[in-house]
């Protein structure tokens, strides 16, 4: 099996017990901070990675690390993962759990570039808009880039829609060449 189907598999178990605790966006969090300190912390990941360092010693720290802060089931799939030699998975699982988490809710997420920051109604407004066409609940991205002139462009997965004012012009420019050229 490849690293993307354990982490699946993984995120999925994560998924489950994090359900059965009721505390699912929190379990999230823990393993996106976790994975983040991973790619940040080299220390860490040294740490993690290497194969001088049993597996009882890592999962011994990883108690006493996160003892009274964490719940104890979420403490037992990390000693897991270590125990299986699974740790170096972390941030992809915890990449897939927050996808799992979306496709359970109905969730999508769109990075939207606009030319100017908008007023936080105004990105309510979108979200609330792009959520009524997809039928599913938007979490926006949103990003500047002046280029666009104004308008905005919406990418959600492979599917892009530019509603920009640079676009329009391109193509206002190119139906009037078209014109003079006939």
């Given amino acids: 099996m490849n690293d993307a189907t354990i982490s699946r598999n993984y995120a999925e178990t994560l998924l489950i017990l994090a359900k ?3 505390q699912q966006e929190q379990w999230g ?9 991973m790619r940040e912390d080299r220390s860490l990941k040294t740490f993690l990675e290497s194969p001088k ?3 009882s010693r890592k999962i011994e720290l990883l108690r006493a690390a996160l003892r009274n802060k964490v719940p104890p089931v979420f403490v037992r799939f990390l000693e897991i993962l270590v ?10 699982i915890a990449s897939e759990y927050r996808a799992l988490i979306d496709e359970s809710e109905d969730r999508v997420h769109a990075n939207v570039t606009v030319a100017r920051e908008p007023a936080e109604a105004e990105k309510d407004a979108l979200a609330k808009q792009l ?6 609940k938007v979490v926006p991205h949103i990003s500047l880039n002046p280029a666009i002139l104004g ?14 004012v640079r ?3 391109a193509t206002l420019r190119s139906r009037m060449l078209e014109t003079v050229t006939r």
């Avoid at 969090?29 to 300190?37: E, K, P, R, T, Y």
């Avoid at 959520?131 to 599913?136: A, P």
């Fill in 20 to 22: 059965k605790d009721g």
């Fill in 29 to 37: 969090n823990l393993m996106d901070a976790i994975g983040v300190a």
């Fill in 53 to 55: 360092i049993p597996a």
């Fill in 83 to 92: 125990s299986k030699r699974r740790q170096m998975l972390i941030p992809v």
């Fill in 131 to 136: 959520s009524r066409v997809l039928g599913k």
């Fill in 151 to 164: 308008g905005l462009i919406v990418k959600i997965g492979d599917t892009v829609m530019d509603g920009s």
């Fill in 167 to 169: 676009r329009r012009l």
